[in-house]
Structure formats: C-alpha cells, structure tokens
C-alpha cells in the first residue's frame, strides 16, 4: 500500500495533459540520445583508438554550446517557450539524419563529426534552460518536484535503456542505424509538441518600438539574470563546485571509461553498455525515493552530500575490482548524483522567480559547464599518459574532498 501510495504521488504531474505530451517525446528523445552517444563512442574509439580524439569530439559539442548558452536564456525567457523547443527537437533531428546518411554511404570522417557536434551544440544551447523553464508554465506548484523527478526517470530510463539498444543495434546493424534511431526520436518529439503551441501564452515583455531598443533590452535582460546569480551565495557558490566536478568526475565518465572496459577490464562494448546503464538505475531509485515527496528538505546537505558519495564512487573504477562491485558502485553514483540533481532543480524553481528562471538556468548551465570542455581534454590527455584506472580514482577522491570542505559551509546547508 505505501508503495502504491508513493508511484501515485510520483505521477500526479500527468493531471496536466501538456505536460504528459512533454515528457513522453523526449523521453523517447533521451533514449535516442544515449543510444547515438554509446554508438558514436564505439565509432571515434574503432575509428582513431585515440582517448584525446575522443575528448576532442565531445569539446566540439560542449564549446559551442557554452557560447550560446546565455543568448539562449534570454531566447527562453522573451520568446513561447514550446516554440523554442520545437525548433530545437526539429534542429537536432536533421542535424543527426546528415550523420546518419553520411554514416550509411561510407562518407563519414572524423572531421563530420566535429562539425555536426558543433551544430548540434548550438542548438542544444537553447534547449538545455527551456527544459527547465518550462516546467513551471504547464504544471501546478504543488506537482512541481512530481515534475522533476519525472523528467529526470526520464532522463535515466533513456540512460538505462539507450546504451543498451544502441550497444545492441550496432552490433546487429552498424552504428548507422544506432544514428538513425536516434534522429527518429527527435523528430517523433517535436510531433507531440505541435499541440501543446495552442496553449495560453505566459506573459511576455512588450515588443520594443526598434531594433534598437531589443538590442538593448536582451543585454538588458542577460544583465540582470547574471546579477541575480552574483548576488545570490548559494547560486554561485554551487555553479562553480558544478564547474569544477564537470572536470574532475564526468570527465573521467564520458572520455576514459571506454579505454577502462577495454584496457583494465578487457571487455567489449557489451560492458561498456552494461556500465553506462548501471548508473542511471541508481538515479531512477533516487527520483522514485524523492519523487513522492511534495517538498525537499536539507537540500544543501543533499546536494554536497550527493557529489561526495558521487566521487567516492566513480573512484573505485579506479581499483582492481570485480565488475559486480562495480556497477554497485555505478547504481550508488547514479542515486547520489540524482539526489543531487533533484534537489538543486527543485531549489531554483522555488527561488527564482518565474519570468528569470530561464536566464539563471542558462548561467547554471553556462557556468556549471564553462570548464567542461578543459576536463574533457585534461582526461582524454590523461588517459593515454597515466592510463585510465589512474584517471579515475584522481577525479573520485578530488571530486570526494572538494565536495566534502563546502559541505561545512553554512550557507549551503541551510538553503
């Protein structure tokens, strides 16, 4: 009974019908995108058996990203906010289906790669702080942690189940098909938003008389978002530890745990794929746990808290351990980190107010990330001189101490 009680306070988001056709186009999204990430990860390793060329690849998704990433914010917070998310779902889908048809008639380089990881970081520039801002224009206040823990199941039923079919599907059909899959997502996502653009619209500034006057109103208003940040500690105090564990632990992630599987563990791309779902299991565990709650608590303490236990895990793939021990640890980091996530999410929708909240999660975003692309290069760097089991549990323990010393802040456990 308490179970049944809890997955249906998990669920009331879903009263709101705009918010059902949300979620359920980019969770097929996020499937897709996790399946073309392990894909194009098999692909660059075969293709150059290079860590750096690896890093170099996500660096051009990330950079270009980072330079858009406030210029998006104003966009969200100034335009209809489904409309900016159509047009990016639409974006990212012919930008994948060029790949794919490139990929299919054997054209594809190294250097197609970087453009089309380029263009799409830019228009994932936009909809990175509209998938937050919108949250609270279709659901009610009270559903709204319902909400985040729903997107973010969302995010890691994609985690789960992506690296898995796209493991599979490139085994069976070529990391082609892996592609197309997920440019078929994008554009099935963008299908069911078209009916969520005859909702009311929120209440948008007024249209400036010139091109002048817009021109300064948008610096205006990208002023006064990077303001609020400034003068609020417990905002730029966590976009920079953000900042600093997008270095030190999702860079060891996302660049050496292919060479790890292959080179420590002597595996193929079956536990690569078998790994990357291991942690978003213990995310989903999390948001099932925090889900049901109609308000978070302690978040400063869950959220430090979280990247402590975050690090310490991702450090033990840095020891001669069994792979059961192993993706343990994966499901532990996964739960911490969605804590984390949750708590931070819920911390900005209450705080901030609605008609900035696009902006500020931009400067979150654009903060949190602005060192993203130096530790991806800095881990792929790594990983061919020092190996990556050294990598590993260097980013673990320094992610673990850092996280801990701002832990004692003040500050931060009473927000």
Excluded at 37 to 59: F, R, Y
Excluded at 169 to 174: D, K, L, R, S, T
Excluded at 299 to 310: E, K, T
């Amino acid at each position: 009974m308490v179970t049944t009680l809890t997955q249906l306070k998990l669920l009331r988001a879903f009263e709101s019908r705009p918010f059902a056709l949300l979620w359920s186009g980019q969770m097929l999204s996020r499937i897709g995108d996790f399946v073309y990430e392990v894909a194009l990860a098999w692909w660059v390793l075969e293709k150059t058996g290079s860590a750096t060329e690896m890093a170099k690849v996500l660096i051009f998704s990330f950079a270009p990203m980072l330079v858009f990433l406030l210029i998006g914010g104003v966009t969200v917070d100034r335009y209809p906010r489904i409309l900016v998310m159509l047009i990016s779902d639409i974006g990212r889908g012919v930008i994948v289906t060029v790949v794919t048809i490139m990929a299919i008639t054997g054209q594809l380089e190294v250097w197609h790669i970087y453009i089309a990881s380029l263009l799409f970081g830019i228009v994932d520039a936009f909809f990175q702080p509209v998938s937050m801002a919108i949250v609270p224009d279709i659901v009610p206040e009270p559903n709204l942690t319902s909400a985040n823990s729903l997107n973010s199941l969302a995010t890691q039923l994609g985690r789960i189940l992506g690296p898995a079919i796209g493991a599979a599907a490139v085994g069976w059909a070529g990391t082609s098909f892996a592609f197309g899959l997920n440019a078929l997502t994008f554009f099935v996502a963008a299908v069911l938003l078209f009916p969520l653009l005859k909702l009311p619209k929120r209440n948008l500034p007024e249209e400036p008389a010139s091109a002048q006057e817009d021109h300064a109103s948008f610096w205006t208003q990208l002023q006064e978002g990077l303001r609020f940040v400034v003068h609020t500690p417990w905002l730029w105090l966590t976009i920079i530890l953000f900042a600093i564990i997008n270095v030190t632990l999702v860079g060891p992630y996302s660049v050496a745990m292919p060479f790890l599987v292959r080179e420590n563990l002597h595996q193929d791309i079956r536990v690569l794929g078998l790994l990357y779902s291991f942690f978003p299991m213990g995310y989903v565990l999390s948001g099932l746990w925090l889900g049901g709650k109609r308000a978070i608590q302690n978040r400063g303490r869950l959220i430090y808290g979280g990247i402590m236990i975050a690090g310490v895990m991702l450090g033990l793939f840095g020891l001669p351990l069994s792979l059961v021990i192993l993706c343990a640890a994966a499901v532990i980091n996964g739960a911490a980190l969605e804590a984390a996530n949750l708590a931070w999410t819920n911390a900005l929708q209450e705080f901030v107010p609605s008609e900035k909240l696009g902006r500020v999660a931009s400067v979150d975003s654009f903060g949190s990330f602005a060192l993203f692309p130096i530790g991806l290069a800095v881990a792929g760097w790594a990983t061919d001189l020092i190996g990556p089991a050294t990598v590993f549990l260097i980013g673990g323990g320094a992610t673990a101490i850092l996280s801990l010393l701002l832990l004692w802040l003040y500050r931060i456990q009473k927000f």
